[in-house]
């Protein structure tokens, strides 16, 4: 299975400057367990907002960039690369940045999403999610908290 797993706010907002805009510890541990044992498929700006590879998981890089070879990292420079690399008979998360959502929403079978409340200035989105493509099986509010600055949802869409 294909999934999508992103943090987006209501405008689509996903992050400026190559960094999240908000933090929400939660949505962290949600991440952490999801995407654990599993590979992840990220662009290269993605894994560069990283300070270091994410442990046990395995990391496939799509990149144009000619010997890019960061150390850790599976480094294709397609998403059908990717996919060829990655397992079929496993979770595969595509998890940024905005490019590879763009590709990966048309292949997707699932999205995870962390809906977050509020507008936010941006230089990267998430796609549109069509209503005529995916239903929203799951959804799971939160509010704000001492930890949390926003109120956010985890949503579930799978393909229809």
């Known amino acids: 299975m294909i999934i999508l797993i992103a943090a987006a706010a209501q405008n689509n907002a996903l992050g400026k400057n190559n960094e999240l805009v908000w933090h929400l510890p939660k949505d962290f541990k949600r991440f952490k367990a999801l995407t654990t044992g599993h590979h992840i498929i990220m662009g290269r700006k993605t894994f ?48 940024g940045g905005g490019e590879i959502y763009r590709i990966g929403i048309h292949i997707a079978d699932k999205i995870e999403l962390t809906r977050v ?34 109120d956010f949802s985890y949503q579930t869409f799978v393909r229809k």
Request: negative net charge; glycine residues 2%.
């Open 48 to 95: 560069e907002s990283f300070p270091k590879p994410l442990p046990n998981r395995t990391h496939i890089v799509i990149s144009r960039q000619d010997n890019y070879c960061p150390e850790g990292c599976i480094v294709v420079e397609s998403m059908e690369k990717a996919l060829e690399i990655a397992p079929k008979d496993k979770n595969v998360f595509i998890i």
């Open 117 to 150: 409340f509020g507008n936010f200035d941006a230089d990267v989105f998430f796609p549109e999610i069509d209503p005529n493509q995916w239903e929203l099986q799951e959804e799971e509010f939160h509010s704000k908290d001492e930890n949390h600055q926003y």
